[in-house]
């Protein structure tokens, strides 16, 4: 008797379970090589498949040794071509190619192989494929009704953040420290759990790391060498809300069903962002709007009708371009992180589909911010036309984004007039920013500056002076504005010669661009100055640092300004505000939204700045 197991077969253990049970006592074990090639590419991709299958085929050469079989490997590898189209059937075509050659019955658990090969005439052994029994998930038990993420890593006790959004805590949930063979385990089942689970999927498997979804868990499963030791972090939602649990239910509903809109969901990491973004989707599908989600991975807790999609080829650009096919009314997009995904979410807008992204913003303004560089500016409002900021589970804050043609806040002459975005308070229509270009650049002036004396005008045309003036000069430059149009320059004074130039010619170019007379004096002569020339203020413009990058953290050493609040900024482009910590630095977590829009703009050689907020 000659059998040819396919690839289904091997993985699934069905040939030596009919050799141990007698059923192919003596038989000629045909194995193809195109399902050694197959189960060799899977092994090296870090899929337990690839490893089950190579564990099958030892064990059978095991029972050949023994003399129970006789075991054998035909056939030819499969071509790069062959494997390519390894899911259209190719490889599948090989191996009952070795079925009919050697005049063998195949063996398989794959019902589309059974069906076509017994079209072709083949003689055929279908078994059912193996389902490991769902004994629910093996670190459920760690989880409580207040639980929203456990924490588990080889030689650290477990913790978990547990307690309501407002009022989050990590601690530890179990004074045993578990062992690596604990951790292996758990990570194992979970695995297999979501493979064989009607309810779960493996949305990531890469080599050290695997992200499933398992009912409302989602679970990474990290390993080394991609992490220093076995981790599994298991989070899922502790609150399903609907719209009108949140303040403003009622304009933003009527908001959201006057049409088709741009919506940002902004917030820190944990504040609810996605939950908010699940109740609107929610919403909008119970309006009979046909609503499609854009996820990596896909854990939004919608219903059954709204089809969550993730990266098709690893590319959200072609998500994008299918479901503009399917023409949704509205769009989830969860999250919107990096370049490419503001330039896919502007795409699907402009083509006339409602969007709604989750963006990670620690202001409500922030968020809007990030369009700015990658959207040309006059189309963000019809990108984006409102922001929501979410806070401890509630919306914190709404702003409405509209354009018009106006002289910006705090500038008076006509000739002054050009497109200004405007971002108003959704619940009182007060405007609290303006969005514009102000001598080539564009800037984001807060309208309500509070207790302060400098107009948001005024920090812009000190930070252009600044920027002028640093172009030329070497070392410290400090900027007094004496009015509306005019302005002193406190340089160090082997700097006065390169500031004014030859016959005073290039401080009259400065004038000119920028529309402002300017006094160039020394640092000695600035009031207060102690007459040693120097300062340890932080510059309006910006002072050039050089982040560094560790395992962990983005670093910025800022030791002459501990307890202040700065921005970052990348060629001139705010990015964050943070405040420098108790040891002169500002730390900022890697894997964290901030951290990759900073170590982007390092890799793209842009000059990194920080500047007093």
Do not use: C
């Not at 929501?388 to 354009?403: L, N, P, Q, S």
């Not at 807060?446 to 002076?465: F, M, N």
């Not at 040891?583 to 900022?588: A, S």
């Amino acid at each position: 008797m000659n059998i040819v197991p396919d690839t289904s077969a091997v993985i699934d253990g069905r040939v030596s379970e009919r050799v141990e049970d007698g059923s192919y006592k003596e038989a000629t074990i045909l194995v193809p090589e195109a399902v050694v090639g197959e189960l060799e590419s899977q092994a090296n991709a870090g899929y337990d498949s690839g490893w089950n299958g190579l564990e099958e085929l030892q064990t059978l050469t095991g029972y050949a040794d023994e003399g129970t079989i006789d075991l054998q490997y035909v056939g030819r590898r499969a071509s790069e071509g062959e494997q390519a189209g390894a899911s259209e059937g190719e490889v599948d075509a090989v191996i009952r190619d070795v079925a009919a050659d050697h005049d063998a019955t195949l063996l398989s658990s794959d019902i589309v192989q059974s069906e076509v090969a017994k079209a072709k005439g083949l003689s055929v052994e279908y078994v059912e494929p193996v389902v490991e029994g769902d004994e629910g998930l093996p670190i459920r038990d760690f989880f409580d009704e207040e639980t929203m993420s456990v924490h588990l890593k080889t030689g650290t006790r477990p913790k978990a953040k547990r307690g309501a959004l407002d009022g989050m805590s990590y601690k530890t949930v179990d004074e045993t420290v578990t062992s690596d063979e604990q951790m292996d385990e758990w990570a194992d089942e979970i695995e297999a759990l979501a493979r064989t689970s009607r309810e779960g999927f493996v949305e990531l498997s890469e080599p050290g790391m695997t992200i499933v979804q398992y009912q409302d868990y989602r679970i990474a499963v990290a390993r080394p060498p991609f992490a220093d030791g076995i981790e599994i972090t298991a989070v899922r939602p502790i609150a399903k809300t609907t719209l009108e649990d949140y303040e403003f239910a009622d304009d933003l509903r009527e908001r959201l069903l006057e049409r088709q809109r741009g919506v940002l969901i902004s917030g820190a990491p944990g504040a609810g962002k996605s939950t908010f973004a699940q109740a609107v989707g929610e919403f909008l599908n119970d309006n009979d709007f046909a609503v499609k989600t854009m996820e990596k991975p896909r854990d939004l807790q919608v219903g059954p009708e709204i089809t969550q999609y993730t990266e098709l080829g690893g590319d959200m650009a072609k998500t994008a371009d299918s479901l503009l096919l399917v023409r949704p009314d509205y769009t989830i997009y969860d999250e919107v992180r990096k370049t490419e995904d503001f330039g896919v979410f502007a795409d699907m807008r402009l083509a006339g589909v409602g969007m709604v992204g989750v963006v990670h913003a620690t202001r409500a303004i922030d968020a809007l911010q990030r369009l700015v560089g990658r959207v040309e500016l006059g189309m963000i409002p019809q990108v984006v036309d409102t922001v929501v900021y979410i806070e401890a589970g509630k919306v914190h804050t709404v702003y409405d984004v509209t354009t018009e043609v106006k002289v910006p806040e705090g500038l008076t002459a006509e000739d002054l007039a050009r497109p200004v975005i405007q971002i108003s308070d959704f619940e009182t229509g007060t405007p609290a920013y303006e969005i514009y270009t102000f001598n080539r650049q564009v800037v984001t002036v807060p309208l309500d500056d509070g207790d302060s004396s400098d107009t948001g005008v005024d920090r812009i045309a000190k930070q252009e002076i600044e920027r002028e003036i640093r172009s030329v000069a070497r070392g410290h430059v400090q900027v007094e504005l004496q009015g509306q149009n005019d302005a002193v320059v406190y340089v160090e004074e082997r700097d006065i010669s390169y500031v004014i130039g030859k016959g005073g010619g290039r401080i009259s170019d400065i004038e000119d661009r920028l529309g402002i007379d300017i006094d160039v004096r020394t640092l000695d002569e600035r009031p207060g100055s102690g007459g040693d020339g120097s300062s340890e203020e932080l510059q309006p413009a910006g002072e050039v640092v050089q982040p560094e990058i560790t395992g962990r953290h983005v670093v910025i050493r800022m030791d002459d300004h501990v307890g202040e609040t700065v921005e970052v900024r990348a060629d001139g482009d705010y990015l964050f505000t943070a405040t420098v910590g108790r040891g002169g630095d500002i730390q900022i977590s890697r894997g964290s939204a901030i951290a990759e829009e900073l170590e982007d703009a390092i890799d793209r050689k842009q000059q990194i700045t920080v500047a007093a907020a």
